[in-house]
């Protein structure tokens, strides 16, 4: 089934692909039946126990293998994923209206994205994980340019690729380095680890999961993104992608929390994203800008929970995860149909909503008062746990979070008061365009469904309560209650809520500027540096001048024969095999070098020659008298080659700077050393003696013929030697063209 | 093994490198037939000691030299042959278009080098 669902998500990507261009906007709708069967897989799998598994092995030696496992936290995420994303698609069907451009490609790019997020949740090899990882950013990046023509689009665009990219770099090396450590790559069998690389990795994975979930200081990314539609915020940037992060720290959480540094870094970015993103909220005046600083402040608080790892943290970490989805996705949709309607997001511009939208406001304040953490909605069962949890802790432990919860809280409700005011509160009235269903239908749904989830309370903690469970390591968790009783959370709930909307309510109508933002500009400066520092690379190491390339290449190859030094053996070194061998070797050496003093081009084609020849005497006195005649036949066609090719051009050769020339001889030199030292120490290893015998009496008894070589050659490899024919076939065709190609142009010329 | 054989094939592939490093085509084809040299003769030298041709019948087999070597070594020489040719062929074309033998910079190479110095041009990720 999960291979089937994955397979029909990315065949309905390809006809979408195809076809998007005809069909236009309801491309949009035809996207949404694969997410809307997965939603409905999903539901039906609610009550099971049991983890749905599938896997496709494709390296067993090395663990490479597509392996999903849904169990209970990844069926809570499957619908999310796919459940908001139908009302995504729907509410994009709307969003884009008749005559939008390119809908088509946006409703592939969407479909390919949530493809990824499913195999992102559903992965249970963290390889399986780390692939749908970096295809929720390169999915992320195409939505986020989705409107290319503007520069603004661009740069936010390339900000989150860019970070969230790294991030993934990040992850792949943490990964190695914990299931190094851990001994599997199965998430689900992950055992608690310990030791230097471990903690190390843990580290990575904590960072990597900061990038992707937009924690301070990599945050910058996220309000940037909020340049993409709506739909896209809404789903990517609030419901789903920047989840991905507080779900690898969830799922990695039962392995790794035994590390100091996990943990402590995990609460670091969860309690300072808290405070840093709710103060944003508070003070940015783009009504889409406030929800995405609001939605960092909320994975601070995510990560801070999952961090902290006890059973009740964990249990608030899992109902707010849904209650954020809920919320976050509403409150999104709802500023997108403002946007559209209105034609402005800008909270000085809007006024008089709550009387002109009244179905908008209503869901608003529905997706707001759960945001805020009020009753009876199940935000607040969310907060309550979270506070609960926050309480129960002892130590330094207990003020960080405290502090991330309970100040988060505090916050929160202030910048949610102050955006129902700032948008639906009085002012000169906004004029609307007509309404759209498919836009006012999706966000009072979702808004609809928080409070559905407070009055299901029963059936919701006994989903909620096993993912919890499982993400805890097992851990005995406690029920969600509709109401707690008159217990210390209750009273800090209270003064939560009392205090964050008088803080909110004043701060509604003021007038103001929004913050500049100093971190998104440092982090585009630093990526500036970074393509800067390719760039500078590039040109160094590909200035276009071959010699300078081979030189490079022969001196790193060279270093590659330095681990041999340890392994030369005299021991199998004689001088020479007779005293003949010793004096052609010389000579060798002696024309070849001759060919670098040799001015003439004549002159150096004979001094070739005289090599090549030397070469084939050295061949005789090896006892091989075949390789000998071919070396000779060889030898005087190139010379023939040669003189016929430059002869005639008897300038002498051009001399190169003495600079430049020092360092070609030092390479040269170190050069052939290598190759000395690379065959001596081969020598120290003799594989054993050739079966000669056995060679000799088959070449005769099978192969016909007493010259073994030849036998070799046309017999054992025989194909080979046909190979090689064509070879030299091929190659005699194209010196022929080239030839004739040139005599016509020279003809031409003259 | 021998060692006045090391030494040649060391001193071959050191003149070999330094001519291929050059500008002139025409050193260049020298320094690839040296290099190639250097590589057959590696080659039936880390297959044994010398020995009689392996011919059955004309020496016992102890006596013979390595025969599989000599098989790959044969195959070896044949293919340089065909590239030193086609080099050959080559460097007579650029020295029909160009009047010279030189090997120039590659113009590409040099185009995107001389990009860091001029201004930046940001990239497009819409063009994706």
Redesign the interface.
């Given at each position: 089934m999960i291979f089937g669902l994955l397979v029909l998500h990315v065949a309905v990507c390809a006809v979408l692909a195809c076809a998007g261009r005809r069909l236009g906007r309801s491309s949009l709708l035809v996207g949404a039946v694969p997410p809307a069967l997965s939603a409905l897989w999903g539901t039906a799998r609610l009550g099971d126990g049991s983890a749905a598994t599938a896997d496709l092995t494709w390296v067993s030696g090395l663990d490479l293998a597509m392996t999903f496992r849904v169990d209970a936290f990844a069926g809570i995420m499957t619908l999310i994923v796919s459940g908001i994303g139908v009302l995504v698609f729907v509410y994009a069907f709307g969003y884009f209206g008749p005559g939008a451009a390119r809908t088509g490609r946006f409703a592939t790019t969407l479909l390919a994205f949530s493809t990824s997020m499913l195999g992102l949740v559903w992965a249970d090899s963290v390889w399986t994980l780390f692939v749908f990882w970096e295809l929720t950013s390169v999915t992320s990046?195409?939505l986020v340019?989705h409107k290319?023509?503007d520069?603004e689009v661009?740069v936010a665009?390339?900000r989150a690729?860019m970070v969230t990219a790294g991030g993934g770099l990040v992850l792949l090396a943490g990964l190695l380095l914990v299931t190094g450590a851990a001994g599997t790559t199965l998430i689900s069998e992950l055992a608690p680890v310990d030791g230097t690389a471990a903690t190390v990795g843990a580290v990575l994975v904590m960072i990597a999961a900061a990038t992707k979930s937009a924690q301070v200081p990599f945050h910058p990314w996220l309000p940037g993104a909020m340049v993409a539609p709506t739909p896209v915020s809404a789903y990517l940037h609030a419901a789903t992608m920047v989840k991905a992060g507080v779900v690898l720290v969830a799922v990695a959480g039962p392995a790794l929390s035994g590390i100091g540094a996990w943990k402590g870094c995990g609460l670091a970015f969860g309690a300072v994203s808290v405070l840093w993103g709710a103060l944003g909220a508070l003070r940015h005046r783009d009504a889409k800008l406030i929800l995405a600083w609001g939605t960092i402040s909320q994975l601070g608080m995510l990560i801070t929970l999952f961090s902290v790892g006890t059973p009740t943290a964990v249990l608030a970490a899992v109902s707010l995860l849904v209650a954020h989805a809920l919320f976050k996705g509403a409150l999104f949709l709802i500023v997108g149909e403002i946007d559209v309607r209105a034609g402005t997001r800008h909270i000085d511009e809007l006024g008089g909503l709550a009387r002109s939208m009244p179905v908008t406001f209503a869901a608003a304040t529905l997706a707001g008062l759960s945001m805020a953490g009020a009753p009876p909605l199940f935000g607040f069962v969310a907060k309550e746990t979270a506070i609960k949890a926050a309480l129960e802790l002892d130590g330094p432990e207990a003020w960080i979070v405290g502090l991330g919860v309970i100040g988060g809280s505090v916050l929160t409700v202030a910048y949610t008061a102050r955006f129902l005011v700032a948008v639906f509160g009085p002012g000169p009235e906004t004029p609307l365009s007509a309404r759209r269903h498919a836009l006012s239908a999706p966000p009072a749904v979702l808004a609809v469904g928080g409070l559905a989830a407070f009055a299901a309370l029963g059936p919701l903690d006994a989903v909620l309560g096993p993912a919890a469970v499982r993400l805890s390591g097992g851990a005995q968790v406690e029920h969600l209650h509709r109401w707690p009783g008159l217990e210390p959370a209750l009273a800090v709930s209270a003064v939560v809520l009392v205090v964050g909307a008088i803080v909110g309510l004043a701060m509604g109508g003021r007038p103001g500027q929004a913050p500049a933002d100093h971190a998104a500009r440092w982090t585009d400066a630093a990526i500036d540096g970074t393509?800067?520092l390719g760039?500078?690379t590039?040109?160094?190491v590909?200035?276009?001048?071959?010699?300078v390339y081979?030189?490079t290449m022969?001196a790193v190859a060279t270093l590659a024969a330095t681990p041999f030094l340890a392994d030369i053996s005299l021991d199998?070194?004689?001088?020479?095999?007779?005293p003949l061998?010793?004096v052609?070797?010389?000579t060798?050496?002696g024309a070849?070098?001759a060919?670098?003093f040799i001015g003439t081009?004549l002159g150096?084609g004979l001094a070739?020659g005289a090599?090549?020849i030397t070469?084939a005497a050295?061949?005789v006195?090896?006892?091989?008298?075949?390789?000998a005649l071919?070396?000779l036949l060889?030898e005087a066609?190139?010379v023939v080659?040669?003189v016929?090719?430059?002869g005639h051009?008897s300038?002498s050769?051009?001399m190169?700077g003495l600079r430049w020339r020092t360092v070609?001889?030092a390479?040269?030199?170190l050069?052939?050393?290598a190759?000395?030292i690379g065959?001596?120490a081969?020598?120290g290893n003799p594989v054993g003696?050739?079966p000669?015998?056995e060679?000799?009496?088959a070449?005769?008894d099978e192969g016909g013929g007493?010259?073994?070589?030849n036998v070799?050659?046309t017999d054992?490899?025989g194909l080979?030697?046909l190979g090689?024919v064509l070879?030299?076939a091929t190659?005699a065709l194209?010196?022929q063209a080239?030839?004739r190609?040139?005599?016509g142009?020279?003809g031409s010329a003259s | 093994m021998s060692t006045a054989l090391l030494l040649a094939i060391g001193g071959l592939t050191a003149v070999g490198l330094y001519l291929l490093t050059g500008r002139s085509l025409s050193r260049i084809v020298l320094g690839y037939s040296l290099l190639g040299h250097a590589t057959v003769v590696a080659l039936i030298t880390a297959g044994g000691p010398a020995g009689w041709p392996p011919i059955a019948g004309q020496a016992a087999p102890e006596d013979m030299s390595n025969p599989l070597p000599q098989a790959l070594t044969l195959t070896a020489i044949v293919i340089s042959f065909g590239l030193t040719l086609f080099l050959l062929a080559l460097a007579r074309r650029q020295r029909t278009l160009s009047g010279d033998d030189l090997v120039e910079d590659d113009l590409e190479d040099r185009r995107i080098a001389a990009v860091e110095s001029g201004p930046t041009e940001p990239e497009d990720p819409a063009a994706t």
């Open positions: 990046f195409l340019g290319s023509t520069t661009l665009a390339r690729l393509v800067a760039r500078a590039v040109a160094r590909q200035h276009g001048s071959l010699p081979l030189v022969a199998h070194l004689v001088g020479w095999h007779t061998q010793g052609l070797a010389a060798v050496v070849a070098a060919l670098c081009r150096a070739l090599a090549g070469v050295l061949f006195i090896h006892g091989a008298p075949d390789l071919t070396q060889v066609a190139i080659g040669f016929l090719a430059f051009l300038r050769f051009p190169a070609r001889i390479v040269a030199g050069g052939g050393a190759v000395v065959l001596g081969a020598s003696a050739p000669l015998a060679l000799a009496a070449s005769v007493s010259n073994i070589v070799i050659l054992i490899r080979d030697t090689e070879v030299l190659v194209g010196v080239l030839a190609a040139g005599a142009r020279e | -």
